[in-house]
Antibody
Framework: QVQLVQSGAEVKKPGASVKVSCKAS????????IDWVRQANGQGLEWMGW????????GYAQRFQGRVTMTRNSSISIAYMELRSLTYEDTAVYYC??????????????WGQGTLVTVSA | QSVLTQPPSVSGAPGQRVTISCTGS?????????VHWYQQVPGTAPRLLIY???NRPSGVPDRFSGSKSGTSASLTISGLQAEDEADYFC????????????FGTGTKVTVL
């Protein structure tokens, strides 16, 4: 079955960077974008950006531009999301998701299990 | 930060019908972009519940249905069950936000 398995929880200090991985299985990795969404504790969902595994092209939400980089290693079907200059407000669960549909009617299915990133001094 | 507004909570007794609204604007739902819905049981990742306004993925019970009109969309649960207690989020696309996918504020459904 289609599955996305993410790396484990991270604790980082303010100002540091974090890199979360997402291994895809059960489908052809290059055929669908990988999107990233985060969720602060008890809060809503916030879309961060997308990455096309075949071309490497990316698109980021405006508030993360300059601070996030989404990459991939297609040979092992893994996507990565790196977030730099972390602040306490970046404490959240980060999800990778397979994107289905075109750019303007993108839906997300399935979701990875989530990776908790805690920013703490 | 969310551009799609949902009621914070709705509740109903088992067997009842509940409806969750998702209100947007002319740059997202009103611009005819599709709306999708997700269910998130506490402590788990969201799962796709409704896509392209009114379609159910395989495995989603038919008591879940979606609709869209103008700048709003709705998710209806007909015949509420205990396992439906969860958070629900709508999602669409907004052309004013530089190619951004946008989510609703989320609604907590409580089964009384």
């Amino acid at each position: 079955q289609v599955q996305l398995v993410q790396s484990g929880a991270e604790v980082k200090k303010p100002g540091a960077s974090v890199k979360v991985s997402c291994k895809a299985s059960g489908y052809t990795f290059g055929n669908h974008d990988i999107d990233w969404v985060r969720q602060a504790n008890g809060q809503g969902l916030e879309w961060m950006g997308w990455m096309n595994p075949k071309s490497g092209n990316t698109g980021y939400a405006q508030r993360f531009q300059g601070r996030v980089t989404m990459t991939r290693n297609s040979s092992i079907s893994i996507a990565y999301m790196e977030l730099r200059s972390l602040t306490y407000e970046d404490t959240a669960v980060y999800y990778c998701i397979r994107g289905l549909g075109g750019p303007a009617n993108r839906r997300f299915d399935p979701w990875g299990q989530g990776t908790l990133v805690t920013v703490s001094a | 930060q969310s551009v799609l507004t949902q009621p914070p909570s709705v509740s109903g007794a088992p067997g009842q019908r509940v409806t969750i609204s998702c209100t947007g604007s002319s740059s997202n739902i009103g611009a005819r972009y599709d709306v999708h819905w997700y269910q998130q049981v506490p402590g788990t990742a969201p799962r796709l519940l409704i896509y392209d306004n009114n379609n159910r993925p395989s495995g989603v019970p038919d008591r879940f249905s979606g609709s869209k009109s103008g700048t709003s969309a709705s998710l209806t649960i007909s015949g509420l069950q205990a396992e439906d207690e969860a958070d629900y989020f709508c999602q669409s696309y907004d052309y004013m936000l530089s190619g951004s996918r946008v989510f609703g504020t989320g609604t907590k459904v409580t089964v009384l």
